[in-house]
C-alpha cells in the first residue's frame, strides 16, 4: 500500500460576507497517496480552488480536518505544498533566472546547491537560453513552463495546479499540459489538478475527483488506468479514453 500523504476527514468551507453566507463545500473526503496525480473537475463555481486553498493552508476549514502526514495541516507545514495558479504571475521586472529563483530567495533557501538545481531544471525543460529574457518576451507555453519550474524550485512534495493551461489555445495546452504532466512524473512528485476540462483530467489523472455544483461535494472517483509508459497526449489516443471522458461527461450532466 503506497504511502498515505494527505487526508481530508468530513472537510466543509462557506465564506462569510455581509450579503450572508456561501457554503462552497460539504463533506469532503479523499485520501491522497505518495505519487499520485489526482484530478479534480467540477462545475464553474462548485468549490475547486478553495479546495485548494484549503489543501495549501491558505484558508482553514471550517468543518472537519485536512491530515498531511497524519497531522493536522498548519500553515507552517503549507511548505511542502507548491501552488501553481492559472495565470503565471512571472514578474516582467525580473528575467526568468531571476523569477525561478525568486521563491528559494524569499524562503532563505538560496544555496549554492538549489540554484544549480534550478538551472539544470531550467536546462532539462528547454528554458535555460531564456533564463536572461523578460517574461513577456516566452510564450505562453513557456511562461507556463517556468512558472512550474518556480514551484518546483522550493522542492514540494505537493503541487497543487489551478486550472494552469486554461490560459493557452488549444494547440499549446495540449503540448504544455503534456510537458507538465512528464515533468511532475519524472521529478517524482504528488500532484493535484484542479481543472473543469474532462479531457485534461483523463489525460493527467490516475483518478478523477467529480464534485456536484455548489456546495462542492464529491459525486464520485474514477480511477483512471492507462498503460503506464503513455504520455498524457498518447492517453488522448488510447482507446480508453473515449470511454473515460464518456463516464465523467455522464457524471457531470446528470442531475438528482
Ligand atoms: P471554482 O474554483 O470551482 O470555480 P471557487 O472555489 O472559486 O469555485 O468558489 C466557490 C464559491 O464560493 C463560488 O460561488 C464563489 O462565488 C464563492 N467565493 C469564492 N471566493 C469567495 C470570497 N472570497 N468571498 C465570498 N465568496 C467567495
Ligand atoms: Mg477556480
Not at 489538478?193 to 483530467?201: G, I, K, M, N, Q
Request: hydrophobic letters at 40%; a neutral charge.
Amino acid at each position: 500500500m503506497e504511502e498515505k500523504l494527505l487526508e481530508l476527514r468530513s472537510v466543509g468551507y462557506s465564506y462569510h460576507t455581509m450579503q450572508g453566507e456561501t457554503p462552497a463545500l460539504h463533506n469532503i473526503n479523499f485520501t491522497v497517496h505518495k505519487g499520485e496525480f489526482l484530478a479534480i473537475v467540477g462545475p464553474s463555481g462548485c468549490g475547486k480552488s478553495t479546495l485548494l486553498s484549503l489543501l495549501c493552508g491558505l484558508l482553514e476549514p471550517e468543518h472537519g480536518s485536512i491530515l498531511l502526514y497524519g497531522q493536522k495541516l498548519y500553515q507552517k507545514s503549507a511548505g511542502n505544498i507548491g501552488y501553481m495558479l492559472q495565470h503565471d504571475h512571472l514578474f516582467e521586472w525580473r528575467t526568468i533566472l531571476q523569477n525561478v529563483l525568486l521563491g528559494p530567495e524569499i524562503a532563505g533557501k538560496l544555496t549554492p546547491a538549489r540554484r544549480e538545481a534550478v538551472e539544470q531544471m531550467l536546462k532539462t525543460y528547454g528554458l535555460y537560453k531564456f533564463k536572461d529574457a523578460r517574461p513577456s518576451q516566452l510564450s505562453g507555453g513557456m511562461r507556463q513552463r517556468a512558472a512550474l519550474v518556480r514551484t518546483l524550485a522550493l522542492e514540494p512534495e505537493i503541487l497543487l495546479l489551478d486550472e494552469p493551461f486554461s490560459a493557452l489555445d488549444y494547440q499549446t495546452r495540449l503540448t504544455v499540459g503534456d510537458d507538465i504532466g512528464s515533468i511532475i512524473k519524472k521529478e517524482h512528485k504528488t500532484a493535484i489538478l484542479v481543472t473543469h476540462d474532462l479531457s485534461e483530467a483523463v489525460s493527467l489523472g490516475s483518478r478523477v475527483i467529480v464534485l456536484t455544483a455548489r456546495p462542492g461535494t464529491i459525486k464520485n472517483i474514477i480511477n483512471i488506468k492507462f498503460p503506464e509508459y503513455l504520455t498524457p497526449l498518447q492517453r488522448r489516443n488510447a482507446p480508453e479514453f473515449k470511454d473515460y471522458f464518456n463516464q465523467l461527461w455522464k457524471e457531470m450532466n446528470e442531475h438528482e
